[in-house]
């Protein structure tokens, strides 16, 4: 039996789920957080420590949970995904896919770097310059959202639709990131759309109680095909920029028809998703992961 880590400080129906779908194909899951891991320079231990993993580093880790804290906790958290995937063993998303898309600046850096299309989006420090970057926008008859930089499932957004509304203009733990405001049509929706290994497999229209689609918002969830191409297309695009295992994908269509990436999610909750389509997304998921060459010889190797 494969002893998998699965990092997250709250196991919750994510965690049951992944638990079943490893439990089912041999492997016994472990839930830790990353506030209990060390690493150790030292010869008597293991080079990096995970609860109940003194003796023996895990055979997998699947990363469903990141805490926040200050720039140095969260540099160790990383540093801790680095070290095991230098250790060799299979990280699933890996640290450096988290640190590409736990900020949103440098996700619209990338996926624009790489042809694929966001909306426009500036990140700084200096106030007077984001401001006037809005004012100008706003002039222009474009209106902004601006995000804190790590934010997620839809807290702490604003948008700014006149010159008036920058009344209430300021930064999120003292950056800016703005992001032009693409209007979806007379009731707001979005996509969600999950890839696994490169491929979509679900996705759903998320249609907000206000211009916010977060499921965590209030959002209903409804079934989408995967005919829609485009959609898919662009989603698995955005994940091969970002050399994700896999990643939950937020598009915005306009009025227009026309599809762009509002961000990329490294650590997605599927719970929403899982409503509206029959696939069980965490077998998927847990397939996947299972599929390293390092899990595939360890399941061998435990099976003897
Ligand atoms: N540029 C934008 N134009 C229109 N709606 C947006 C824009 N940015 C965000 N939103 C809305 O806000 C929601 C949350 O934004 P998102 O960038 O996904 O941050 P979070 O990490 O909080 O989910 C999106 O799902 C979408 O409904
Ligand atoms: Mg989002």
Redesign the pocket.
Known sequence: MGRIAVITDDPGWHGKRLREALATRGHETSFLSLTACRLNVHEDELPVVLPGFEDRLPDGVFVRGVPGGSLEQVILYLDILHALKLLGVPVYNDGHAIERTVD?GMTSFLLKRAGITT?PAWVMRDADMARSIAERELRQGHSL?S?PLF???????RRYDSLDDLSGFSDDDGVFYL??????GDT?H?FRVFVIAGKTVAAMK?C?VT????VHQGAHCEPIHLEDLRLCHLAEEAVRALDMNYAGV?I?RDEHGRDAI??V?SIPAWKGLQGVTDLSIADRLVDDFLSHPALMAAHSRHAQ
């Open positions: 949103k909306p959202v995000k934010g997620s499932q839809g807290t702490g957004l992001q032009r405001y693409v209007h979806s707001a979005d998320r907000g211009w916010l689609n977060n937020d915005i509002l961000e999610n």
